[in-house]
Structures are given as C-alpha cells and as structure tokens.
C-alpha cells in the first residue's frame, strides 16, 4: 500500500451548529438556576430572623418559669445566672443581632415578654426586607 493514499476515518471534532446548540442549552439551563434562587438571600435573612426572635422568647419564657419574672433584657440572657450564681435552666450563648446587624428589641409589656426586629431599614414599618416583626404575635385589643 502506498503511504500517500493512506485513508482516514471520520474527522474528529464538532460544527458550528453542535457548539451553537449546546451553548444555547447551558444559556437556558442557567437562566433557570439564576431565576430560581435570586429570592434564596432574602428568605435565608427571614428565616434567622424569625428563629432569632423565637429563641430569645424561648429563653425567656425558660427564665420566667424558673425565677417567676421575666429578664429586664437581652443582655440578662446571655450566660444567665440563677440566684445562686450557676447557670440558668436557659440562656443566650452570646448576644444576637439581626441579619443587618442590628439589635433585636426586648420588652416586658402587661406581664408578657415581646421580641421585636425592625427588619433592614432599623426604623419602625416598612415593606420587604424592612418590614417589621414581632414575636409572639401581639394581640389586638
């Protein structure tokens, strides 16, 4: 056999129109995952901030049945004490903020322990991200 007329399998490779096929997939596919979790942020914020809030009431709620009153704030929580000076039945390992890095709002009001966070804007009211939120849940009167 002569080495000039050698003849060779299929070319390797792929066309235009392949490349230009696949790359419109990944351009779907990704549009998809983009749209998919672009409300992921926000909703992970509300979620801490609402466990934040149910568990500074927990500990309080803990404390109130262990002392029979409520802890005059937050920063009484943290690594609480009983009368005794050993450690409460509950408390905060260490002082919480907000996903904004805020302070979260503690009251006693007509014998009940309140949490507040103002949301993103840290001022009272506000839409999205900057609405406000209470724990438990005030009753109307």
Known sequence: MNPRHKTHGPRGGFTLLELIVVITIIGILSTIVVVSTRGLPARGRRTKM????????????????????YP??????????????????????????????????????QGRAYVRCLGSDNSEGGEGEAVDYVYPEQQSQ
């Open 72 to 109: 005059e704030s937050i920063e009484a929580m943290v690594n609480a004490k009983d009368a005794q000076g050993n450690d409460a039945i509950a408390s905060l390992e260490k002082y919480p903020t907000d996903p904004w890095g805020h302070d979260y709002l503690y009251a006693v009001e």
């Open 50 to 69: 609402i466990q934040d809030c149910q568990n500074i009431y927990k500990v309080a709620e803990a404390l109130y049945a262990d002392t029979g009153s």
